[in-house]
């Protein structure tokens, strides 16, 4: 079964960048996406990638800022935060799904991080 472990995540100022970096414990060629959960919100969408890499789609609230990446070479998956904002602090996931197609809804994927820690002071 497909293990993802999240990494990367901190403390950071605001207008300040984070990158976040997702292992994979085998190749694989599911889509991907980047989740957050905020304390007291339901975890939500911030971005995904098709299998091939060459589709992305992000969240109207980081699109500009973030960049979603992959390298299935060394079986990682990868998201540049940029002009980090406050309202950015949240517990970051990865995911995959086995259906293939590039997708927001949380029900779609499979596979799950444990998250890591994204703090952002203004």
């Known amino acids: 079964q497909l293990q993802l472990a999240e990494s990367g995540g901190g403390l950071v100022q605001a207008g300040g960048s984070l990158r976040l970096s997702c292992a994979a414990s085998?190749?694989?060629?599911?889509?991907m996406g980047w989740f957050r959960q905020a304390p007291g919100k339901e975890r939500e969408f911030v971005a995904t990638i098709s299998n091939s890499g060459l589709s992305t789609y992000y969240s109207e609230a980081v699109k500009g800022r973030f960049t979603i990446s992959r390298d299935d070479s060394k079986m990682t998956m990868e998201l540049q935060m940029n002009i980090l904002k406050p309202e950015d602090t949240a517990l970051y996931f990865c995911?995959?799904?086995?259906?293939?197609?590039?997708?927001?809804?949380?029900?779609?994927?499979?596979?799950w991080g444990q998250g890591t820690q994204v703090t952002v002071s203004s």
């Open positions: 085998t190749h694989h060629r599911y889509a």
């Open positions: 995911a995959a799904k086995r259906i293939p197609g590039l997708s927001d809804d949380i029900s779609l994927y499979d596979y």
